[in-house]
């Protein structure tokens, strides 16, 4: 057996030395190793460059509406200074599940260059249709973002109002409901709910 491996080591080295036309197989493995390096370095670079607040408000429907409204709010300031910044709250933090969200959210690149909300009033009227497809993704992947944060199992029900408690043991213990289910207007004003049916 040891002769026999070590004759194929030796057949492997010489391929893996033997040139190319102009440079050795183990000179273009090497090459392509660290093109590789690269190329995965500069990708999860981009992707956490893409992953910021600051590039998240950088387009205009973003920094002066969504943005405006979050700023009102308790995940944005608030007596312990933990703030949730849009990526928090609208993508996930496991890396699959954060590529996932990252090519589901491409397709707003072509709102953005078609203008499909460019002004106040295009956003206000696509409002309650872009409400429901954040509800619909947050309600399929059980308020995964949310639960980065919120956590039902370190949740001191003694600390909340009765209400509150009777509700979260009721719903989020027994896994009927989803934060997303009763939390829908936390961080940003609520479209116009006419017609939209609650719980």
Not at 29 to 54: D, K, Q, R, S
Not at 124 to 152: G, I, T
Not at 167 to 191: F, Q, S
């Amino acid at each position: 057996m040891w002769p026999r491996l070590k004759q194929w080591l030796v057949a492997l080295w010489r391929t893996i030395r033997r040139p190319s036309i102009h440079y050795s197989l183990g000179f273009l493995t090497l090459g392509g190793f660290i093109a590789g390096v690269l190329f995965w370095g500069a990708f999860n670079t981009g992707l956490e460059m893409t992953n910021t607040e600051a590039f998240c408000t950088g387009c205009h429907e973003m920094r002066d509406n969504v943005f405006q409204e979050l700023k009102t709010t308790i995940h944005y300031t608030n007596r312990s200074g933990v703030r949730a910044t849009c990526p928090d709250c609208h993508v996930p933090h496991q890396w699959t599940d954060k590529i996932a969200r990252k090519m589901q959210a491409s397709k707003e690149v072509w709102g953005k260059l078609f203008g499909t909300v460019n002004t106040r009033e295009k956003f206000l009227d696509h409002r309650l249709e872009l409400a429901e497809h954040e509800w619909a993704r947050l309600k399929a992947n059980d308020s995964l973002e949310c639960r980065n944060c919120h956590n039902y199992v370190s949740m001191d029900l003694t600390r909340q109002s009765a209400r509150a408690a009777e509700i979260h043991k009721r719903w989020l213990g027994t896994g009927e409901k989803t934060c997303i289910d009763c939390h829908k207007g936390i961080a940003h004003h609520l479209p116009d709910m006419t017609g939209v049916p609650q719980g």
